[in-house]
């Protein structure tokens, strides 16, 4: 029993006598490491701002410009309480006056200008996609600016009252969407662009 305590302490001594060994020094590893193959085949993307390499044409980028005239000119009626309002904001439409005035003076303009648009525009594959896009937003618009005056003739506000102040405020601000998607959709079209507008995308393109 000692010879056995005995080899344990002898076995203790020879485990602490050991020498430790001594740690490996510390070398920082670099966080990206490239081979030589790597560095030769590293490739920086660019950055594009154009997502359509083909420039759209110019007959084209026209005839979007001037499908989107139907809705303008049919909401001008909606601007008459602001032009009344504001004497000055009518100075900046007297340009296009004459061209108003013109496409009220064919008797049935607006229903000869619809279903031209539609028909020999949007429905005719010959045209791009981009034309048939924007013609039918153009279409989309000019429709969506008919169910107020259903709306007006259904309920008849009157001549004064709530009622009268609550028409007033949504032909401005109908004029006003509607003049802002024009602006916008020419200056689109314009720059070759794809106009996007609110609440007529979806549905255009669902029609294309």
Known sequence: MMASAGNGILRSCLVTARPKPKPKPFVPRPFLQMTPKSKSTLVIPRMSYNSDPTPTPATDRLISVVSYTLPFFNSLHYGRYLFLQFPNLGIL????????????????????????????????????????????????????????????????????????RLMVSAHNLLFLFTLACFLYSVASCVLGRTPHLPFVADAASRQI
């Open 93 to 164: 439409f007297d340009p296009i006056l004459p061209l108003v005035t013109l496409y009220r003076s064919i008797p049935y303009s607006s229903f000869v200008a619809f279903f031209a648009l539609y028909l020999g525009v949007v429905r005719n594959p010959s045209f791009s996609r981009y034309v048939r896009f924007n013609s039918m937003q153009a279409v989309t618009l000019d429709v969506l600016l008919v169910l107020p005056l259903l709306l007006q003739r259904i309920f008849t506000p009157g001549r004064s009252g709530l009622g009268f």
